[in-house]
């Protein structure tokens, strides 16, 4: 009955390096979503799965982001090439898609990167 | 250029009094839209949303507002608590475009006891 989890919770690398970002949602939500949230921002629309495949991927900044869920449950978040502009908090959320209207998304606690 | 936009940054209300926290939109094609809550080191909690085809949806305390003509949405929190002093976002979705939601900057609201 455990809610989103990302880990780690804190993330600090330096510039130029390689970051993976960890999310498992509720069981059983088929659909999962990636944010962004900068200092003072709302989240930002990053990529949405139905399953294993990235539905919507239009948020991604550039190729330096790619994201995969590859049994349709935990997804990982992969950063190349960090700048120190992809500092920011990451959210995950999920959801359980029925038909019609947009669904509840239940958000993680997020994970705090800092590129130095 | 922001599609939602939340004009005030933060509110100070006094306990038991009513907190009204205001949205705008630009794009006439949402169709959705929801307001969420989020305590420091938490993630976003949903509170409550509304349909195009409403103008106004009630959930005790809560109640959203939506005027599709202004393109403006209201949350009504009253009587307002100390433990409702929360960043409140409004979102806002394309219901047949998917499911991404677009997030306003939020508004910090603190409620003073």
């Known amino acids: 009955g455990a809610g989103v989890s990302q880990t780690p919770s804190n993330k600090v690398t330096e510039k130029g390096k390689y970051v993976e970002l960890r999310c498992d949602p509720i069981?059983?939500?088929?659909?999962l979503y990636w944010y962004r949230q900068s200092l003072g921002q709302g989240p930002e629309f990053l990529i949405y799965f139905q399953g294993t495949g990235a539905a919507d991927d239009s948020g991604l900044p550039n190729d330096r982001f790619f994201a995969v869920r590859p049994e349709g449950s935990v997804s990982t978040l992969k950063i190349q090439r960090t700048e120190r502009g992809d500092s920011a908090v990451y959210l995950c959320?999920?959801?359980?898609?029925?038909?019609?209207?947009?669904?509840?998304?239940?958000f993680g606690p997020g994970t705090r990167l800092t590129v130095l | 250029d922001q599609q939602v936009k939340q004009n005030s940054p933060s509110l100070s209300v006094q306990e038991g009094r009513i907190s009204i926290l205001n949205c705008d939109y630009t794009n006439s094609m949402f169709d959705y839209f929801l307001w969420y809550k989020k305590y420091p080191a938490e993630g976003p909690t949903f509170l409550i949303s509304?349909?195009?085809?409403?103008d106004k949806n009630e959930d005790g305390r809560f109640t959203v507002f939506l005027n599709k003509s202004a393109k403006h949405l209201s949350l009504h929190i009253v009587p307002s608590q100390p433990g409702d002093s929360a960043v409140y976002f409004c979102?806002?979705?394309?219901?047949?475009?998917?499911?991404?939601?677009?997030f306003g900057p939020g508004t910090r609201l603190s409620v003073l006891p």
């Open positions: 959320a999920s959801s359980s898609p029925g038909t019609g209207l947009s669904n509840e998304q239940f």
């Open positions: 069981s059983g939500h088929t659909a």
């Open positions: 509304i349909s195009s085809i409403k």
């Open positions: 979102a806002a979705s394309l219901n047949n475009y998917g499911q991404n939601f677009v």
